[in-house]
């Protein structure tokens, strides 16, 4: 693969890397939600429950959306792809884990996410339900990478290889973080553009901000270390393919915007006026999709060898 085809795939992949960034903040906002109640509670300051409020708000909107989307793709999957699609049914697969997982989130997502303020009399019901929901979603993205690398393979190859050098792990791992990254990176926008409709007060956003840029900071920080893991238990057909391909170019500038994300995050985490830093809020988000789109890039061509 030359660097233009490098060009042009991650300028290909870009839309579907969109979307699955939003999908993949709907799957993480629950935690992050529930978290912040779980403080509010513990920590008796009323912020974290506004800051969950939101999060709950946004994690509704692009709940919705993901399921939207998801029905379409899955519908688009068994028209044009039957023989694909049939793999996700192979008996051996964890398919029916993750398929259970993902409908424990949809229907108590929507339940936790909708019943913020009809539920505030009844606080340890609805964290209840947040963190069922959360660790419904995270298992789904988890399984579900899981199934991805098994209906790689031939049917010829049997069972994947689940041992701690494998991919899988690191994958899954790297996944999960992604998914509360993208949820905590996207409220920080999420706040900016309902500061007028919503206005809790200076001191409120100042909080809320800060909180969320350190959700993302360290979330980012997890997950370049999960790609560090991954490149140490590449396979060696995947390693040289790295290294002697402008893949390794595309990986390599993918960490490098997730270390900017990283930085930005933390400039608005450490600011006492982060509202006055909403554009590197925004600018962080423009770069996890782009940072999304690299390693959808390299990810695609691994799966492509099998």
């Known amino acids: 693969m030359s660097i233009q085809e490098s060009l042009t795939l991650i300028a290909i992949m870009l839309a579907p890397a969109f979307f699955s960034l939003l999908g993949m903040a709907a799957l993480g906002s629950p935690a992050v939600a529930v978290i912040s109640e779980i403080s509010a509670k513990t920590k008796r300051r009323v912020f974290y429950d506004k800051y969950g409020q939101q999060t709950a708000a946004m994690g509704l909107l692009l709940l919705l959306l993901f399921l939207v989307i998801q029905a379409g793709a899955s519908a688009l999957a068994v028209i044009r792809f039957p023989q694909l699609a049939s793999r996700f049914f192979i008996p051996s697969l964890p398919i029916i884990i993750a398929i259970s997982a993902m409908g424990v989130f949809a229907v108590l997502g929507l339940a936790y996410f909708a019943t913020w303020k009809k539920m505030r009399n009844a606080k340890g019901i609805h964290m209840a ?74 001191d409120y956003y100042r909080f809320s901000l800060n909180l969320a840029s350190r959700w993302a900071l360290v979330s980012m920080l997890i997950f370049l270390a999960c790609q560090g893991w991954l490149f140490a238990v590449l396979p060696d057909m995947f390693r040289t393919m790295t290294m002697q391909t402008p893949l390794g170019l595309v990986w390599a500038a993918g960490c490098i915007l997730g270390l900017a994300c990283a930085g930005l995050w933390a400039a608005t985490a450490r600011s006492d006026t982060p509202l006055r830093l909403k554009g590197l809020t925004i600018l962080a988000a423009g770069l996890l999709w782009l940072m999304h789109a690299m390693n959808v890039t390299v990810f695609m061509n691994y799966m492509s060898m099998f």
């Open 129 to 202: 339900m947040g963190m069922i929901a959360a660790v419904a979603a995270l298992t789904a993205v988890a399984v579900a990478v899981s199934v991805k690398l098994l209906i790689g393979l031939p049917p010829e190859a049997g069972q994947y290889p689940l041992t701690a050098g494998s991919m899988l792990w690191p994958m899954s791992a790297m996944y999960v973080v992604l998914c509360v990254c993208a949820a905590a990176g996207l409220s920080c926008v999420y706040l900016v553009i309902r500061r007028n409709k919503d206005d809790f007060g200076r």
